[in-house]
């Protein structure tokens, strides 16, 4: 893994005023008086380590993020204040400026609205690790312009998936699912290159299986990739493992395990029990395990006891587990095994494309940053 600018390789930060990039894009509600508050603080306690450090060299620090999806102009719905409202309390020296999406040129990487949002800073600090694969101002612009590094969470996300992806120790195991197996083609492509087995499930697992010629009914199925199914399968024979059992919603309503060809009617939900054991033992045998995506449906109780027995398998698991994905950690969660798995990604879209492509351009434009620092 390529090194990126950390804290300790910024100049000294006493009496500098430092951007810190974060991601405060955390869950609002709104109460019956309309008034807009917090839900979940997670995100914005997380973002103390950082803050703190540089506090306690003295810097001035001022924070940014994005909030929800207000289309490039300001918009009361998506305002920072129930968020400055927290944060304010954790952070009470730190200001917090208003959500970067409010102007277009956040996401258009403008560079009119870089100079205005870096305006008055000496120093930058990428700690939004969920936003690094993004092209916006924020995220790759003021490493262009000003001394910069990442803060401790994108330092740890780096440091733990990049070692999936570099000296993961062996057996590595690798857990895939969620629906679409468009999206996670390019990670399979890349992980199964590195793992010693890769377990798929998930409504992504019928491809697979239809590609192996196993008839998969009227289950979610992709055409259009069951060639490059076939074709991952044929190149890493034996590493894949497809599932050997499933619960299947029939065309007369019921559930039922099928083993083998799922009937016309019948569409694949979840994995069945045999392959629930099947995963376990790999899991138990592994020292390093990843795991992204639901294997079923599992918001629907008919079909969640595939994910959750994968949730338990990882949690009871000697070696070193990490999982990454909404869906995945929303699981874990809701089953009360989040606290028993080594690392959970919070990066989302970026976990998974630095897992693909070995990089970000949030933490290449970290190291140009670097790059230029020696340079001078
Ligand atoms: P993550 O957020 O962990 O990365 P994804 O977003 O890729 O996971 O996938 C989660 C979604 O996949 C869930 O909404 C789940 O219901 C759906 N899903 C999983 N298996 C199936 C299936 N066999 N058929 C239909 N949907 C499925
Ligand atoms: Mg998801």
Known sequence: MLRIPLLEDLPPVAGKRVLVRVDFNVPIETSSDGTRVVSDDFRIRAALPTINWLLERGAEVSVCTHLGRPGG???????????????????????????????????????????????????????AFGVCHRNHASVVGPPTRLPSAAGRLVEKEVEVLGHLITEPKSPFVVILGGAKVADKLGLIRSLVAHADKVLLGGGMACTFMAAAGIGVGASLKDIAHE???????????????????????????????????????????????????????????????????PMGMFEDDRFSSGTYSVARSLAQCEGFTVVGGGDSVAALDSAGLSGNIGFLSTGGGAALQLLETGDLPGLVALRQSMMRSLEV
Do not use: H
């Open 73 to 127: 102009k300001p918009d009361p719905k998506f305002d920072v204040s129930p968020i400055r409202e927290v944060f304010s309390t954790l952070a009470p020296k730190v200001s917090i400026l208003e959500n970067l999406r409010f102007n277009p040129g956040e996401e258009a990487n403008d560079p009119a609205f870089l100079e205005e949002l870096i305006a008055g800073f000496d120093m930058y600090v990428n700690d």
């Open 227 to 293: 060639d490059d199914c076939r074709r991952i399968l044929s190149e890493y024979p034996g590493k894949i493992v497809l599932p050997v059992d499933s619960a299947v919603l029939l065309g007369n309503g019921s559930v039922e395990v099928v083993k083998g060809p799922i009937p016309m009617t019948g569409k694949i939900l979840d994995i069945g029990p045999e392959t629930c054991e099947v995963f376990d033992q790999a899991i138990q045998d592994a020292e390093t395990i990843f795991w992204n995506g």
